[in-house]
């Protein structure tokens, strides 16, 4: 494999009009009245697709993301047939597979049923590596500038006026817990403005885990941990409850209007299509539940009482809320799993449209089950996200992956982060608070692992960011015990990192969060060089969108403006 630089003409055809990850392949036959079907990987259950009818030579533009199977029948016009069809056993001319490469060019001999692979495909990955080497060369003489006995690094600071900081008062700040918030959102941007163009870093399909689901959970899921220390704040000061209930009221209304403004950027200001659902919308509605939970049934030791922690007191302390949240991820598996969407099985959690497809029944509405149906219902289609990720591939209807249903499991998702925040209240020592995560950590995994049988389409409950399913909360939560575990290693405890540059970005979140949004398209933060239609083109745009992010984050930081909700 070479850099991303393919020779232009290959045998008559024009690389130069090949997109990211797209490759020729040329097929060619002497027979005739022959069709061509096709079935991605990525399209799970799905039936084989008619590509076209095959007669001599035709050249088509392939996907690389997932391999493709391909199939040659005989006399057969159908535009979709089942993979266990009795059509395939008497009219199978020819079956192959291939994993696509890049600017690769492919010929398909349907004669003698053989593919190979003419022109070798550019290395994709190649610009990840370079890029890396490049951040981490900056991250070394960043370093070395600090060990510089003068000082330049602290001068310059002074001179900027970024100097000169009041220190901290009272107890000490956990530095990794915000340095936790700011690698998700430091993720967040960089796949939002592209990653790159790497399939892998961007949402999955339907099912499945990949780098950009992680970033939501993990939100949520630190934002929960911070909870416990408001409703010990208003413990010891004795605030009144219907004024914290007012106060949780102001910021759960202040996320969600400010969700909804964010949801018409880009000019979509008809009112008859205004989407309601949105991440800061499900942000607040968390919020809300999970920190009114922890207040009214907070039994934290009021001031100048005294108690021993024992194993389990993290746990029992807080068992009413522990059987409210149980309570609520209940009814939801309830409803989830007894009650069917009109014209849909029961218990249908699929993406709907080709998946599952069969001549004489047919998934087309059933996109996400009643989960689907909920939201349209409460919603309608005009209001909810019109172009979910599973369009594409299974051609499904409109679903709102940040509907109203799927938030009953959001909330459980923000109280596993309030049991780790809770343990920070309760256990002063390092050992029991890591201990204690990282045993949530595996218990998390490994009950996420039975339900989703450790596969991407498998098991009884199907890892699913977009139905945010039981075993996508449990699985996204145990890497987030166990990366908060690293995080307060060699942060609060071994004191090896002091968190930068994440941290900074950790103390402005949501300036952050609302700022790229606003920017998303425009300069200084995005530009285009060309047709940027390699990775190694697209891949250093979003680092520098996202650098840029952090950087604004850093003189922030310096000149204590921190913005909250």
């Given at each position: ?517 606003v920017g998303y398209n425009l300069f200084p933060w995005h530009f285009k060089i060309g047709e940027m239609r390699t990775h190694a083109a697209s891949l250093p745009e979003a680092l520098w969108g996202t650098t840029l ?17």
């Amino acid at each position: 494999m070479s850099w991303e630089s393919p020779p232009s003409i290959f045998r008559g055809l024009n690389l130069d009009e090949l997109g990211t990850d797209e490759a020729y392949l040329n097929i060619s036959s002497s027979q005739a009245d022959l069709s061509l079907y096709s079935l991605s990987e990525n399209c799970d259950k799905c039936p084989w697709q008619h590509l076209r009818n095959l007669s001599g030579s035709i050249v088509l533009k392939q996907n690389t993301h997932h391999k493709i199977h391909y199939l040659v029948l005989k006399n057969e016009a159908a535009s979709l047939i089942r993979t266990d069809s009795p059509v395939l056993d008497s009219n199978t001319l020819c079956e192959k597979s291939v994993q696509f490469g890049e600017f690769g060019v492919y010929d398909f001999h349907v004669d003698t049923c053989s593919l190979e692979n003419v022109l070798e495909p550019v290395n994709a990955n190649l610009a990840i590596l370079v890029c890396f080497l490049v951040y981490a060369a900056l991250a070394l003489i960043c370093f070395g500038l600090k060990k510089i006995p003068s000082k330049p690094v602290h001068q310059l600071e002074r001179w900027l006026g970024w100097r000169g900081e009041a220190k901290e008062g009272g107890k000490q700040r956990l530095r990794s817990l915000d340095t936790f918030r700011g690698i998700a959102l430091a993720i967040m941007i960089f796949v939002n403005d592209g990653g790159g163009h790497y399939w892998f870093l961007e949402h999955a399909t339907w099912n499945g885990l990949y780098v950009a689901d992680l970033v939501f959970p993990w939100f949520l899921w630190i934002m929960g941990v911070c909870i416990p220390m408001s409703v010990k704040s208003n413990n010891r000061k004795e605030v009144p409850m219907k004024t914290v209930v007012w106060q949780i009221t102001k910021r759960s209304v202040k996320l969600f209007m400010l969700g909804f403004v964010l949801n018409t950027l880009g000019g979509w200001i008809m009112l008859d299509r205004l989407r309601v659902p949105g991440v800061l919308q499900r942000f607040g509605i968390s919020y809300f539940v999970v920190a009114i939970v922890g207040n009214v049934f907070s039994r934290m030791n009021r001031p100048g009482q005294e108690r021993k922690t024992g194993l389990f007191t993290d746990i029992l302390d807080i068992y009413p809320q522990w059987l409210v949240l149980l309570t609520i991820l209940l009814i939801h598996q309830l409803i989830v799993w007894l009650v069917p969407a009109p014209g849909c099985p029961q218990g249908y959690r699929g993406p709907g449209g080709l998946h599952d497809w069969s001549p004489d029944r047919n998934n087309s509405g059933c996109i996400g089950g009643i989960t689907g149906y909920i939201d349209k219902a409460f919603f309608t289609s005009s209001h909810i996200y019109g172009n979910p990720t599973a369009r594409g591939v299974y051609s499904a209807s409109e679903f709102d992956p940040e509907g109203i249903f799927g938030t009953l499991t959001t909330i459980f998702q923000v109280w596993l982060g309030y049991q780790a925040g809770y343990t920070l209240q309760v256990y002063s020592d390092d050992k029991n608070r890591i201990g204690r995560w990282m045993i949530w950590s595996a218990l998390t995994g490994v009950i996420g692992a039975i339900l989703c049988g450790g596969s991407q389409n498998g098991g009884v409950v199907p890892l699913n960011k977009n139905l945010w399913s039981l075993s996508f909360v449990m699985v996204t939560s145990c890497f987030a015990f166990a990366l908060l575990s690293f995080l307060y290693v060699i942060i609060d405890m071994k004191k090896w990192w002091k968190g930068q540059p994440f941290f900074y970005a950790g103390m402005n979140s949501i300036l952050l969060y609302c700022g790229h949004s606003v920017g998303y398209n425009l300069f200084p933060w995005h530009f285009k060089i060309g047709e940027m239609r390699t990775h190694a083109a697209s891949l250093p745009e979003a680092l520098w969108g996202t650098t840029l992010w952090i950087y604004i984050a850093f003189v922030l930081y310096k000149k204590k403006v921190f913005v909250t909700v």
